[in-house]
């Protein structure tokens, strides 16, 4: 059997054993196991073996809990509940205020957490009833909503950049640096688009009425500006050393687990409860990447082992006469469709050993395809008819909010994503740049 056959084979088991509904890592790492042992025999064993302690040495993976904790411990103490309502009362006298503020709101999650889920749920839990209630258009604030927790995976911290990082073997503090000022030009397009359309159409997004400004005195204003502004402080607290150079990114997320510690404790929020919840949700988060990793570096040594990337390469470049550009569209393509029915994480493990390979020999920049592949696989999320957030938002949103609406309320946010990703595959210094200044490249 030719190596290209093999390779093809394993692709096709695994995603046949995804399909039937096996859990993303027991799929990926059955597959890598078993294949190792029946072509180099018992002494294949060492493959998974080699990445299991590859893994446990890299040292950056102690950031993954320290991130994942700061983040539950700023949700459970409803830390986040004050910044929504900083935004509520300094946005709200704008036209589609209360939305813009619900985008600066997912940025800060964002920056908080790194998972786009958490973006998800509290803008749902949170945001999507107080915009309701102020007459915002349903389908304007679902879009809002979804397309806020789409920055989860692209601002730093981001976690799903980890684990990428781990599997493409670059560096994470690049990938956080070159999804920094992406992460934020998309969040500015949402805003300028949100403005404008309320602009034109103020009943999609009411400003608060004039009564209801009189009542919150300034006082109250700087009360919650103060509060609103802790997350930031935080944030700050834990990035401003690292970007300057003073600590390492482990430190970095450790300064920041401690000061959402603190910041909790110091407004007496920080109960026995919120303490079990956060370490237990950081536990059951930080172990399920764990084992994704693992089960991805077996499957990418033996992938790798067989020389299928550089036949694949060989098979577009050569035979088909493919430009690189046309393979990397291509990719995107690809990526777009598994969203349809896969989360994230899942296409980046089943892809990854294929594709980062395939990039690099292609020539192009690992740490700018990084970025690409986040947004790209957001897009994917959102995409009908099997979109992941889309089902999340079903879940959380209220009864008056049905799953038509719900298709539609993402088709303009969809293109503006899409355009945000055209701009970062033509100017890629706009994701290269920071991570260059900073490190010095």
């Avoid at 993303?24 to 196991?33: E, H, K, S």
């Avoid at 920056?111 to 309701?132: D, F, R, Y």
Wanted: include cysteine; hydrophobic fraction near 60%; aromatic fraction near 12%.
């Amino acid at each position: 059997m030719s190596y290209e056959l093999i390779a093809l084979l394993m692709f096709a088991s695994m995603m046949m054993m995804l399909f039937t509904g096996q859990r993303v890592f027991g799929a990926i790492g059955a597959v890598a196991g078993i294949a190792a042992l029946a072509l180099w025999g018992t002494g294949g064993s060492v493959i998974p073996f080699s990445a299991a302690v590859k893994l446990m040495n890299w040292y950056p993976l102690l950031t993954l809990p320290m991130f994942i904790f700061m983040g539950y411990v700023l949700s459970e103490s409803r830390i986040a509940d004050d910044l929504y309502r900083m935004f509520h009362v300094w946005m709200g006298p704008v036209p589609g205020g209360l939305a813009i503020g619900t985008i600066a709101l997912m940025v800060l999650i964002s920056a908080m957490n790194g998972l786009s889920v958490a973006g998800m749920a509290i803008g749902a839990t949170i945001a999507l009833p107080e915009l309701l209630k102020r007459g915002y258009d349903k389908k304007m604030v679902t879009g809002v909503i979804q397309a806020g927790s789409s920055l989860g995976i692209l601002v730093p911290p981001s976690v799903v950049l980890v684990l990428y990082a781990m599997i493409a073997r670059q560096p994470v503090g690049q990938l956080w640096l070159a999804g920094m000022i992406p992460g934020l030009m998309m969040a500015a397009m949402f805003i300028v688009y949100i403005y404008l359309r309320c602009r034109m159409n103020p009943a999609l997004g009411p400003a608060l009425a004039p009564e209801e400004r009189a009542e919150i005195g300034f006082a109250e204003k700087m009360r919650l500006l103060r509060a609103g502004l802790l997350p930031v402080g935080i944030f700050a607290a834990m990035m401003v050393p690292f970007v300057n150079g003073w600590t390492s990114l482990v430190e970095s997320s450790a300064i920041g687990a401690i000061a959402a510690f603190l910041a909790a404790l110091a407004k007496r929020r920080m109960t026995h409860e919120v303490f079990e919840n956060s370490v237990r949700q950081t536990l059951a988060i930080s172990c399920m990447f764990m084992w994704i990793i693992l089960a991805a570096m077996a499957f990418g040594a033996v992938f790798d082992g067989l020389g299928a990337v550089r036949a694949i390469d060989n098979l577009f470049t050569e035979q088909l006469h493919l430009s690189p550009w046309t393979i990397l569209i291509l990719m995107q393509l690809s990526f777009l469709i598994m969203g349809t029915f896969l989360d994230d994480t899942a296409m980046l493990v089943i892809v990854a050993p294929l594709y980062v390979p395939l990039v690099k020999a292609l020539g192009f920049d690992l740490i700018w395809y990084g970025v690409l592949y986040t947004i790209t696989t957001q897009i994917a999320y959102m995409t009908p008819p099997f979109g992941y957030n889309l089902f999340l938002m079903k879940a959380m949103a209220p009864k008056e909010v049905g799953l038509g609406d719900i298709y539609r309320s993402i088709v303009p946010f969809v293109g503006v994503m899409l355009l945000a990703l055209g701009i970062i595959m033509a100017f890629p210094g706009i994701a290269l740049w920071l991570p260059h200044y900073v490190y010095g490249l």
